[in-house]
């Protein structure tokens, strides 16, 4: 996570607080508004660095499968799954 990621996140949690502070309808849609904006950015964070892993391993069949299987978050099954 970048820095300015973290700086959101901590005024998303601010914002929040202060909602549960006043528990107003203009702090709660303030919260809403910024917590919106904050997961979209995420998001676009998170497409902009799988995109840049896939541009890296594009020569690599065995690293790209790799980034695919961890991007859907399927892996080995650990000992006692059944």
Avoid: E
Wanted: charged share 30%.
């Amino acid at each position: 996570m970048t820095s300015g990621l973290l700086t959101s996140r901590n005024r998303k949690h601010a914002l929040y607080k202060t909602y549960v502070g006043c528990r107003s309808p203009a702090a709660l849609q303030t919260f809403k508004d910024y917590r919106n904006l904050y997961n979209k950015i995420v998001k676009k964070a998170k497409q902009n660095h799988i995109q840049s892993k896939f541009t890296l391993f594009k020569n690599d069949l065995r690293k790209t499968w790799a980034l695919i299987n961890d991007t859907v978050r399927r892996g080995k099954k650990k000992q006692g799954d059944d």
